[in-house]
């Protein structure tokens, strides 16, 4: 069975800082990994997502993200945020192969001017 | 764009009650979920469905049931609602595949179980 662990369930950084947020995930077989936003009362969005090949993956609004297979992590990492990057972040992942995601409990990331 | 639309944003209902949640996608995706995300727990699958009446359980089926007559359309039931489903339900779609697709939310129903 897969899951997937977000260590830091809040991450308080300061506007143009930059900042990870962690992932680790376990599966005994290949897997796609994804991050996911939630912005407030809001559903959530495709962040970026790792199929194969390039382990430095880019997304939209400056995220990316690194697969590093033998510490089975997948960190989401910005270099410089600002306030509307508040949201919660949700890093999944899925066995290939399979239909269905398997969610962290997420972070939520709370920028501050 | 892709679209995922869900019946009700907020929804109150009675212990005991029989609960209907609906989800809509106009992008002729195969494969639908429900999800319900609590704080500290992420999202948790409930059920899906990658096809008109076929369904599959997920991680947190008990209590709940699905259907899926049409494409387009994948509603969550609630038997016998009871207070711990309280929470928020949320809808997504992808195209048919093994999973290398996008999935696209819906914007979520909170669901209060009094």
């Known amino acids: 069975a897969q899951s997937v662990t977000q260590l830091d369930s809040q991450v308080p950084v300061f506007e143009e800082a930059p900042v990870e947020l962690r992932c680790n995930y376990s599966?005994?077989?290949?897997?796609?990994l994804f991050w996911y936003v939630q912005y407030p009362n809001q559903g959530l969005q495709l962040l970026l997502k790792?199929?194969?090949?390039?382990?430095l993956v880019k997304g939209i609004n400056g995220f990316e993200a690194e697969f590093n297979k033998s510490q089975t992590s997948f960190h989401l990492r910005k270099p410089s945020v600002h306030i509307s990057d508040t949201a919660e972040y949700f890093c999944?992942?899925?066995?290939?192969?399979?239909?269905?995601?398997?969610f962290g409990s997420g972070t939520r990331l709370q920028v501050q001017p | 764009d892709v679209k995922v639309t869900q019946s009700s944003r907020y929804l109150v209902k009675r212990t005991g009650e029989k609960v209907f949640l609906e989800c809509v996608q106009d992008?002729?995706?195969?494969?639908m979920f429900w999800y319900r995300q609590d704080p500290g727990l992420g999202l948790r699958l409930i059920y899906f469905?990658?096809?008109?009446?076929?369904?599959e359980k997920g991680d947190i089926p008990e209590g709940y049931s699905v259907s899926r007559e049409k494409k387009e359309r994948f509603s969550l039931i609630l038997e016998s609602a009871s207070t711990n489903q309280t929470s928020m339900y949320l809808c997504?779609?992808?195209?048919?595949?093994?999973?290398?697709?996008?999935?696209?939310f819906g914007p979520g129903t909170r669901l209060t179980v009094t």
């Open positions: 992008m002729d995706h195969e494969n």
């Open positions: 469905s990658y096809d008109v009446k076929m369904k």
């Open positions: 599966s005994s077989v290949s897997v796609y």
């Open positions: 997504a779609s992808t195209k048919g595949g093994a999973g290398r697709e996008e999935q696209y």
């Open positions: 790792y199929l194969s090949g390039s382990t």
């Open positions: 999944a992942v899925m066995d290939t192969g399979r239909r269905a995601l398997t």
